[in-house]
């Protein structure tokens, strides 16, 4: 059974703000927003991080990015713009051991990323 704090978002054992769900996706929006949109785009299947990604997990990278580009039109940033961030272990940030996208979008963004 798993235990992480995303698992449990989708089985609906912990309350989030839930902004779309689908077959084998679920998006929330971030308890700890860095920008005015901050939507979270959360596989079902429990992937610990992009390192244990297996080829047979292909279709959610193709669902994941048309229910972000979806979110990002009915949040309004699609023409303004948006960035999708995947974080991969310590140095990048990952926080939450199950593969998820952030999108961001509703401020300039900088480059390189900090
Ligand atoms: P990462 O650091 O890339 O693993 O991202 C994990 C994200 O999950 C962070 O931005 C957190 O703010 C967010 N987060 C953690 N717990 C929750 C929660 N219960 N509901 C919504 N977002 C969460």
Known sequence: MCNCIFCKIIQKEIKADIVSETENLIAIRDVNPQAPVHVLVIPKKHIASLNEFEKSDEYLIAEANILARKIAKSEGISESGYRLVLNTNSAAGQSVFHIHWHI??????TWPPG
């Open 104 to 109: 961001l979008g509703g401020r300039e963004m």
